[in-house]
Nanobody, 120 residues
Framework: QVQLVESGGGLVQPGGSLRLSCAASGFTVSSSAMSWYRQALGKERELVAT????????KYADSVKGRFTISRDNAKNTLYLQMNSLKPEDTAVYYC?????????????WGQGTQVTVSS
């Protein structure tokens, strides 16, 4: 059974840092494309960062480029999002997802989300 559990959110001052974790089970993170999304109150969910399965190529939204880093630890089967120089507009619920290949098809799974609040 595939499960994604995010953690690491919280309240941080502008300019601060947080590292989000997404612990995966039921599949291996190294074999799946995985992403972080976020959804601010009253807004649509938006893609923040993606890491591919093969090669580990990363892509970022323009709004976070140079401040956020997506990575994975294959030994811990965990996806991370390191967030630096945080801004109030980064406030949102952050979700990880995984595109898991199984029996000839891809299936998209989501975690439950973790709240990030950037405020002084």
């Amino acid at each position: 059974q595939v499960q994604l559990v995010e953690s690491g959110g919280g309240l941080v001052q502008p300019g601060g840092s947080l590292r989000l974790s997404c612990a995966a089970s039921g599949f291996t993170v190294s074999s799946s494309a995985m992403s972080w999304y976020r959804q601010a109150l009253g807004k649509e969910r938006e893609l923040v960062a993606t890491i591919t399965s093969t090669g580990g190529t990363t892509k970022y939204a323009d709004s976070v480029k140079g401040r956020f880093t997506i990575s994975r630890d294959n030994a811990k089967n965990t996806l991370y999002l390191q967030m630096n120089s945080l801004k109030p507009e980064d406030t949102a619920v952050y979700y990880c997802n995984a595109d898991v290949y199984y029996s000839g098809s891809f299936y998209l799974y989501w975690g439950q989300g973790t709240q990030v609040t950037v405020s002084s």
